[in-house]
């Protein structure tokens, strides 16, 4: 097995695995509190151990390529593996298409996706927050636009979410041709149905496995098991913190579950 690279957000990046080490000057905070000058390097080598990149890269005996920041969109993973490729990243080092066996990119929430449009010849950008209550003034703008070309929220974000599939599906396909397998764990379920629905991607997609039942996004498992969420894993941790993230034996199911998918293209 060569390299594998490891695209995706907070989850990936393995956020609060350090609660778990013994190490000092640990900062508990919360999902959105996160500051990436509050963790230190011997923090973020331990989490490192734990995340299931690491995991995975262990099982076969090789390297992971994981970004070096936490979070970020669907958009930013993209970029980050044709920035890579591109040489852009020289901390990393120079590597080349053949150095890789897989790329296994993991969905983030599909609303940190920037939507572009046009109204009134200006071009404008936004991110949704599904839990602000109260309109920008670029989403009353766009809330305008879409009175404008005759759509409802709900039939343009599941054309938004369609788009996002594609250009998900595009960018697989293109590495696909450059030689390197690719595979797809969703977070939530977003895009699910366009995944399942396209024969091709229905085939990379991780469904991840947990005492005898399957569970087709991150979302499900940890809102139907106990212990998968860093807040709920008291059996592990004392007086765990408001963190949402992935918990140690969270990663583990989803390394368990990659690797299983990996090994079944070897048959």
């Known amino acids: 097995m060569k390299g ?4 995706g957000c907070s989850f990936t990046w393995g956020q609060g695995l350090y609660y778990y080490s013994d190490l000092p000057n640990i900062n508990k905070l919360s999902d959105n509190e996160f500051h990436q000058n509050k963790i230190t ?19 076969f005996n090789t390297f992971e390529i994981v970004k070096r920041y936490n979070g970020g969109s669907d958009f930013d993973s993209m970029e ?7 040489g852009k990243m020289g901390f990393f080092g120079k590597f080349i298409y053949e150095d890789f066996s897989y790329i296994i990119f993991q969905t ?27 309109l920008n003034e670029n989403e009353k703008i766009f809330m305008k636009w879409l009175s404008q070309n005759n759509l409802t929220y709900n039939s343009w974000y599941h054309t ?8 998900i599906k595009n960018f697989l396909k293109k590495y696909e041709d450059f030689g390197i397998k690719t595979k797809i764990i969703c977070w939530q379920d977003d895009i699910l149905e366009f995944i399942l ?3 091709e991607m229905s085939k990379k997609l991780v469904i991840l496995e947990y005492e005898n039942k399957e569970y087709k996004c991150i979302d499900y498992l940890q809102k139907l098991n106990d212990g ?18 992935p918990s140690k034996k969270c990663h583990q199911i989803i390394a368990d579950s990659i690797i299983k998918s990996i090994e079944k293209d070897r048959l």
Do not use: C, G, W
């Not at 989490?47 to 990149?53: A, E, Q, R, S, V």
């Not at 939507?115 to 209550?133: A, C, G, P, R």
């Open 160 to 167: 938004y979410r369609e788009q996002i599939f594609q250009k």
């Open 4 to 7: 594998i690279i490891f695209a």
């Open 80 to 86: 980050f593996v044709e920035d890579f490729f591109d």
């Open 108 to 134: 983030s929430q599909i609303v940190r996706n920037k939507f572009s449009f046009t109204f009134e010849d200006v071009n404008y950008e936004i991110n949704f927050n599904k839990n602000q209550l109260i």
């Open 41 to 59: 390097d011997s923090q973020i080598k331990f989490k490192n151990t734990l995340y299931f990149p690491r995991l995975v890269a262990n099982h």
């Open 228 to 245: 998968m969420m860093i807040f709920n894993d008291t059996e592990n941790l004392n007086d765990p913190p408001m963190d949402t993230h």
């Open 197 to 199: 629905n396209d024969v």
